[in-house]
């Protein structure tokens, strides 16, 4: 056996298995690479339609020789956006189809011997662990039943992860579900967080009733996450100083490793573009298009890769943008209106208006966009990943969430870490032109907000260098996961 060799079979080999969404594949992919870079053999497993799209660009398996792309069936239509009522949907398709053939995986690539699966340049050694999805907890089972260790990683930030963990208590306390219609009622009960909640910055699904099966979907993932050994977040320490020691004391375990696609940066170099990681075709005209404004003065308006507007919200956005006067540069996906509301003709005065100031895409590289100087606010439905990529950029947002997470996100933003403000539930054209302006204009309010963002990206670049949190945490992630001592 050649030293090579040796070395290759005491080495760690981890899956990872992203949930089938690309707010969730981004970060897991960042991860990836990552651990590749140090070494470490990754099976990354998609489900088969996002598969075909990862491996049609061939620049990640030639930069990262350990990194081995596998993909599952999930019986889903190929192009099925998850949404927050079809979760429930996915999880079973993914329980009833994908689970038995994760097991049968999980057993051929623990075999030591086992020669089918390994690359024919570099031998892959046996999986040591499986690096889950936090929504993902199917997969929980499986890993135990094969005897290998689990770890999650949860793409959601930090605060709404805690939330979620709370959310028991509040049923028992009798503070779930509503006793009444008063969505500014203040939650007082959650640790860390005690003067910051009113019931509307709750997930959104504490607004179904509690047997809904997307309620359920939620509250067996909260239960699940507490038999994995250790969980990732996408946070950095100087961001979530609260939170964290509060999650510390429900799990053991945890390692903060954002803003993920800074620390990739920091780590491995800026030579692949961060569109390896892209499901949709990216109209990279827009670059131009900002090149021609001038500096701090475009808006970028983007929901992410699932929220859907109706008709009506999508024509008032777009009156309040062209009515607040500003440049603007806007995402609108071909499948972001809610079926049965197909595109009808575009009154004029937008059309207008658009020509005149505004550029639309159907997807753009989102995160060359916000490091672009023209740039000077967000307005972002308050993901996860947009707003760390948000902090990372030290641009101001303004909040408009729709789903889960991203409500409690948007009320950090606004209230907790003060670099923006929060839209929620209103979208007439009046309140868009009024918050954009005052998210866009010189001004006190845009100062404070502006001088609070500015000092958070300067934290989250303290993170990913060589003796911030993040990178260390990530140096002990590796040593765990090639000590085999994540169990
Ligand atoms: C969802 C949740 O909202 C999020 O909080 C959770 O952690 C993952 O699932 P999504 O709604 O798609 O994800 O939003 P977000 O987390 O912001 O992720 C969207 C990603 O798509 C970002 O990384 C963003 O940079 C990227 N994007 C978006 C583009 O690259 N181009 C675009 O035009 C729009």
């Known amino acids: 056996m050649s030293t090579e060799m040796e070395e290759s079979e005491s080495a760690a080999h981890v899956l990872l298995l992203p949930f089938p969404a690309q707010g969730h594949i981004t970060p897991m992919l960042s991860l990836a690479q990552l651990l590749c870079h140090a070494g470490i053999h990754v099976t990354f497993l998609s489900t088969e339609h996002n ?21 599952i069936p999930d019986a889903l239509p190929p192009d099925q956006a998850p949404t927050i009522h079809s979760l429930h949907d996915i999880s079973s398709s993914l329980r009833s189809v994908t689970k038995p053939l994760l097991r049968d995986l999980l057993i051929t690539l623990a075999k030591k011997d086992d020669e089918s699966y390994r690359s024919t340049t570099i031998r892959c050694p046996p999986l040591s662990c499986v690096i889950i999805d936090g929504i993902m907890c199917f997969a929980i089972d499986v890993a135990e039943e094969v005897g290998i260790p689990v770890l999650a990683l949860r793409t959601v930030s930090a605060c709404s992860f805690w939330c979620y963990s709370c959310i028991p208590d509040l049923i028992q306390q009798g503070q779930l579900p509503f006793q009444d219609q008063d969505m500014d ?4 009960d959650i640790p860390g967080m005690e003067a910051l909640l009113r019931r509307r910055d709750l997930p959104s699904f504490c607004r179904m009733p509690i047997d809904h099966p997307s309620f359920k979907f939620f509250m067996e993932q909260i239960e699940a996450i507490t038999r994995v050994s250790a969980i990732i977040f996408n946070t950095f320490d100087d961001l979530d100083p609260l939170i964290l020691p509060q999650i510390a004391t429900r799990f053991h375990k945890i390692y903060t490793l954002g803003p993920l696609h800074a620390l990739l940066k920091s780590r491995v170099g800026d030579d692949l573009s961060s569109s390896v990681s892209s499901l949709r075709h990216e109209d990279r005209r827009c670059m131009a298009w900002l090149d021609s404004q001038q500096s701090g003065s475009v808006i970028f308006v983007s929901f992410g890769s699932l929220a859907k507007l109706s008709r009506v919200q999508l024509l008032e956005f777009w009156h309040g943008l062209i009515n607040s006067g500003k440049p603007f540069l806007w995402v609108v996906r071909s499948d972001m209106l809610s079926s049965g509301q197909e595109e009808r003709a575009t009154p004029v005065e937008l059309e207008d208006g658009t020509k005149e100031r505004g550029y639309i895409a159907e997807w753009v590289p989102q995160e060359e966009v916000l490091a672009h100087k023209a740039v000077g606010g967000f307005w972002t439905h308050s993901g996860w990943n947009s707003t760390i990529e948000g902090i990372w950029a030290g641009v101001p947002m303004l909040c408009w969430p729709q789903l889960v997470d991203q409500q409690v996100n948007s009320r950090w933003v606004g209230e907790g870490w003060k670099i923006g403000l929060d839209m929620k539930d209103t979208c007439d054209r009046s309140t868009v032109e009024k918050m954009v302006r005052a998210l866009m204009e010189e001004g006190d309010q845009r100062e404070q907000i502006f001088k609070s963002v500015d000092n958070f990206a300067k934290l989250a670049r303290h993170a990913v260098s060589e003796d911030g949190s993040s990178y260390k945490n990530l140096e002990k992630l590796i040593e765990d996961l090639n000590e085999k001592i994540v169990m």
Do not use: D, M, N, Y
């Not at 598969?51 to 993909?71: D, I, K, N, V």
């Open 185 to 188: 009622h203040p939650i007082r």
């Open 51 to 71: 598969h075909r799209l990862l491996t049609q660009r061939r620049a990640l398996s030639a930069r990262f020789p350990t990194l081995h792309f596998e993909s």
